[in-house]
């Protein structure tokens, strides 16, 4: 390893799959901007976990 830089499998199979879902979806619809449309629901589900963490539940 050039850089010693090691990442989690499973982080990297997520990373691969987004790609492939965004390379379908443009092929499906060009027009598709796959990050604009789930940031709405990344932010909400990110909101949600925070508030359990901070909260306790």
């Not at 997520?14 to 499906?28: K, Q």
């Not at 604009?36 to 909101?47: D, G, I, K, Q, S």
Request: glycine content about 6%; proline content about 5%; aromatic content about 4%.
């Amino acid at each position: 390893m050039k850089h010693k830089v090691r990442i989690e499998p499973n982080y990297t199979s997520v990373v691969m799959a987004i790609m492939v879902i965004d390379g379908l979806g443009r092929s499906l619809d060009p027009s598709l901007n796959l990050l604009e449309a789930v940031t709405p629901c990344l932010l909400h589900r990110a909101r949600t976990q925070l508030t359990d963490y901070i909260v306790g539940s």
